[in-house]
């Protein structure tokens, strides 16, 4: 597999276990994302540790500010050498096409800029609670829209709306899914989910998994099962 579709979501508390689970992998197995826990504990050196070892690195720190304070974290993120880094698509269109501009100088070493647009983690009536009276895959085609005007790589959503958002998008435009539980496994905090093969089917570019893989008894028997079963 030369371009793996799974990015592990590296979201332990112990470095060590983390960089032992890495060095039981290699990048043609997997991508791997750096999320909020691992960032604030281990920093910027564990992600050029991963990236040092040839890894693509998906940054996940959903950036959602000014525009100017996201586009300087934008900028500091390809400084890392990551091959992926998100904002929130709801810090608006100004916002998206201030991060889009700070990677221009970077050319093409500027990694890829997404957007997350509602968290796999909320449903209807989690919308509801925070004043938005729709369901969740209509706020996910407004803020993907958005995304895609303002010119970025492509959103985070659920793959319960990719068949929407390629058929609305096109193609070229990469939805990145976590919400990814294979059959028979927990779903923990996750509501908008899908089997890997099931949102490979409907048109995810990227699966993000984490717990299934990484809480596993055997976390790359379980991730080469996953990788198998996409084919
Ligand atoms: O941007 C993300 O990666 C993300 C967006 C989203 O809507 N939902 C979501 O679960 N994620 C991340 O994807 C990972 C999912 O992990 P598991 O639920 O353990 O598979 C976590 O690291 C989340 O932070």
Known sequence: MTDPKVIVALD??????????????DPSLCRLKVGKEMFTLFGPQF???????????????????????VAKAVAASAELGVWMVNVHASGGLRMMEAAKAALVPYGARA???????????????????????????????RLASLTHQAGLDGVVCSAQEAQLLKARLGAEFLLV??????????????RRV???AEAVAVGADYL???????QAVDPVATLQAINASLI
């Open 12 to 25: 332990y508390a112990d470095e060590a276990a983390a960089l032992a689970f890495v060095a039981k992998v």
């Open 111 to 141: 990694p890829k800029l997404i957007a997350v647009t509602v968290l796999t983690s909320m449903e209807q009536g989690d919308l509801a609670q925070i004043g938005l009276d729709l369901a969740p895959q209509e706020q996910v085609l």
């Open 47 to 69: 992600v050029r540790q991963l990236v040092g070892k040839g890894f693509d690195v998906f940054l996940d720190l959903k950036f959602h500010d000014i525009p100017n304070t």
């Open 208 to 214: 993000v998994i984490g717990r299934p893989i990484t």
């Open 194 to 196: 899908l089997t890997p």
């Open 177 to 190: 899914t976590p919400g990814i539980r294979p059959a028979g496994s927990e779903q923990g905090d996750q």
